[in-house]
């Protein structure tokens, strides 16, 4: 059974940085590109960031181009986001997606920008 | 960037009924390599999308075969032949032909 696991989410002032987890189970991690979808409260899905399997090329939305960092550890099975200068409209839940053609989605977590 | 538009946003129908949801791309998402990169998606209300289509028209495995998906150059459909009380929820399209990939802004199902 595929699962991808996230943790890291939290409340976190304007500003602040966290850093997201996604631990991966069930299909081959270090053969699959990475991903990270978010979802605001009530809202659609936007792509945040893609990274290739063996983490060479790497690609951001527009909106967190210099702020956001996806990195990976195949060693591990583990994707990451290390997240600087929080806005409040980064507020969302950040999901981990993996497989080919973006078949596995996690369960999601949840980052709250607030003062 | 490519836009997908989706229509309806808002989709009530009856059980038992069939559904039809358009994903309309603001141009051509098909691929040098003649493929069509077009997903579609399910979520539920408090869960993570679950994928049903990829590539067009191929079902995911586990996937109720009244799903199916079609289109070609820039107009896609997601049908349901026969609605269930567990369709409901928030349909959305994806297209991964052309960097960024870009989803559709989403159609939410519920039962009339």
């Known amino acids: 059974e595929v699962q991808l696991v996230e943790s890291g989410g939290g409340l976190v002032q304007p500003g602040g940085s966290l850093r997201l987890s996604c631990v991966a189970s069930g299909f081959t991690f270090s053969t699959s590109w990475m991903r990270w979808v978010r979802q605001a409260p009530g809202k659609g899905l936007e792509w945040v960031a893609n990274?290739?399997?063996?983490?060479?090329?790497?690609f951001y939305v527009d909106s967190v181009k210099g702020r956001f960092t996806i990195s990976r550890d195949n060693a591990k099975d583990s994707l990451y986001l290390q997240m600087h200068s929080l806005r409040a409209e980064d507020t969302a839940v950040y999901y981990c997606?993996?497989?080919?053609?973006?078949?596995?989605w996690g369960q999601g977590t949840l980052v709250t920008v607030s003062s | 960037d490519i836009v997908m538009t989706q229509s309806p946003l808002s989709l009530p129908v009856a059980l038992g009924q069939p559904a039809s949801i358009s994903c309309r791309s603001s141009?051509?998402?098909?691929?040098?390599?003649?493929?069509?990169?077009i997903n579609w998606y399910h979520q539920r209300p408090g869960q993570s999308p679950r994928r049903l289509i990829y590539?067009?028209?191929n079902r995911d495995s586990g996937v109720p075969d009244r799903f199916s998906g079609s289109g070609s150059g820039s107009d896609f459909t997601l049908n349901i032949s026969r609605v269930e009380a567990e369709d409901v929820g928030v349909y959305y399209c994806l297209q991964h032909t052309h960097w960024p990939q870009t989803f559709g802004q989403g159609t939410k199902l519920d039962i009339k």
């Open positions: 141009q051509s998402v098909v691929h040098s390599d003649g493929n069509i990169y």
């Open positions: 990274i290739k399997e063996d983490g060479t090329d790497k």
């Open positions: 997606v993996g497989g080919a053609f973006y078949a596995y």
């Open positions: 590539k067009v028209s």
